[in-house]
């Protein structure tokens, strides 16, 4: 029986640091991404894909905001259902473009996918995420004044909204996406931590200003689809501890407890591996096997010779 991993592709897989944001520029990097994937499938392994749109949807806020005097602008939640179909329509196509040169047989199709946060959660009375452009101090008090945005100064960059970051609770498709994965159909999923929506007292379901952290959610998708294996690409090739000091050390095959201890002794930012970490540990205390890897190493981790394994 093959195994079933969930590949959660970072933005560098989107995206590279300091390259312009042309949409030429992401769909060359989505073909090379969609290569690395392709050796998965070849593989035998059942495969389900994740992936981060903090570029994207910044992109988009940010059309919304210079656009504004001409087109209404959309609230967050849309913008990430928009972000969600332009990574998925790329990521789609050139994967079926590079299954069928290799001549495999498996279909791929996107989901629009929308993930359950609690109204209750303690992150709506604290936003912290931020997102979006830069704002001087007085464009930021105005945006304060007309929108009723928090906002937060940034680093000496200037100021950005902060919006809330919630818990991810269920993956409203997750029985779809199961359905699909099981007929052997490779799917796209929960993009940029999903559409964040709110359940109503009367079942109603309505979307909500937030961004969900997409290692939570892409954990949350990997226990949902009954995934063997979850998949953190990122930009690196292994997680240190000790990091940028002459004691570095990278990890490679660690339990579940050590990888908690390192945690608790604080190895891990809360801005890049930190979330990451929790969501490999969280995943592999069921029983399960977590891997944080390069895009280029992505196969041979598969083989236990590359990578981070949590398990």
Known sequence: MSERVVIALGGNAIL??????????????????????????????EVVITHGNGPQVGLILQQNEEAKEVVPPFPLDVCNAESQGLIGYMLDQCLKNELRKRGLPQQVVSVLTQTQVSQEDEAFRHPTKPIGTFYSGEEAKQMM??????????????????????????????????????????????????????????G????VEAVIDKDRSGR?????????????????????????????????????C???????????????????MEAAISFAEQGKHAIICSLEDAALALTGTAGTHIS
């Open 16 to 45: 590279q640091p300091h390259q312009e944001a042309t949409y030429e520029n992401q769909l060359e990097n989505v073909r090379s991404s969609s290569e690395v994937i392709a050796d998965i499938v070849q593989k035998g392994y």
């Open 145 to 202: 004044r007309e929108k009723g945005w928090n906002m937060r100064e940034d680093a000496g960059r200037g100021w950005r909204r902060v919006v809330p970051s919630p818990q991810p609770q269920s993956i409203l498709e997750a029985e779809t996406i199961m359905k699909l994965v099981e007929s052997g159909v490779i799917v796209i999923a929960s993009g940029g931590g999903g559409i964040p929506v709110v359940q109503e007292a009367d």
């Open 204 to 207: 109603t379901i309505k979307g």
């Open 220 to 256: 949350k998708l990997a226990q949902e689809a009954n995934a063997d294996i979850f998949m953190m690409v990122t930009d690196v090739k292994n997680v240190f501890i000790h990091y940028g000091k002459p004691e570095q050390q990278a990890l490679g095959h660690v339990g579940t």
């Open 258 to 276: 050590e990888a908690r201890r390192y945690v608790g002794e604080g190895h891990f930012s809360t801005g890049s591996m930190g979330p990451k």
